[in-house]
Each structure stands twice: as structure tokens, then as C-alpha cells.
């Protein structure tokens, strides 16, 4: 079955900076659209960024300049490199991969916890 599991969460101070991993399994990566959502405590699921199968990459405003995100196909891994991050930017991240043709065919990760306080 697809799994997504994700790693790299942690505790870092403001400023600091984390990079997150998402590997999947059961599934041919190359043809899902891959994204990181996050949700803070009290908060909604939100999109932070998505990487699609034609390589089209976009951001939520609130992270623009400050997150990277990447892909390896060959690795069936999604990254978020996330730099001078901010009080605020605390919440649980989460992969996600949706099918580029099948909208039926959407997963989700476990989550992985970012914590970003002094």
C-alpha cells in the first residue's frame, strides 16, 4: 500500500532552520503531484508548497523567500528546506501526494512536528 513518512521535525530556535523529508512507497512517484501542508495548534490544514509532475513549484505567501521545496524522483522523496523560521511557522507538517490524473488517488503522511521557539 503507499505510505508517506516524513522526518526532520524538531525543535529549532527563531531564525533557525530545519529540512524535511518525505519518502514514499507503493506508489510511482513521478506520477503524483507532491505538496506540504501544515496545521498549528487551534488552526486549520494549510498548504505551504507544492511540487507538481511537470515541475511547477508554488508557495503559500507566508513562506515565500524563507522555504525551498524539491523532489527526487529517483529517490521517491519530497524535501522542505526551511529557513529563518518563525514562531508562527510552529505546527505539525504534513506530505501529501495527489495523483496528477486521478483525483481519487490522494494520500497523506503521518506528520512530523516543527517547533520553533527560543
Known amino acids: 500500500q503507499v505510505q508517506l513518512v516524513e522526518s526532520g521535525g524538531g525543535l529549532v530556535h527563531p531564525g533557525g532552520s530545519l529540512r524535511l523529508a518525505c519518502v514514499a512507497s507503493?506508489?510511482?512517484?513521478?506520477?503524483?503531484?507532491m505538496g506540504w501542508y501544515r496545521q498549528g495548534p487551534g488552526m486549520q490544514r494549510e498548504l505551504v508548497a507544492t511540487f507538481t509532475t511537470g515541475g511547477s513549484i508554488s508557495y503559500a505567501d507566508f513562506v515565500k523567500g524563507r522555504f525551498t521545496i524539491s523532489r527526487d524522483n529517483a529517490k521517491k522523496a519530497v524535501y522542505l528546506q526551511m529557513n529563518s523560521l518563525k514562531p508562527e511557522d510552529t505546527a505539525v507538517y504534513y506530505c501529501n501526494a495527489n495523483h496528477f490524473r486521478a483525483a481519487a488517488l490522494r494520500y497523506w503522511g503521518q506528520g512530523t512536528q516543527v517547533t520553533v521557539s527560543s
Open positions: 507503493g506508489m510511482i512517484f513521478s506520477l503524483y503531484d
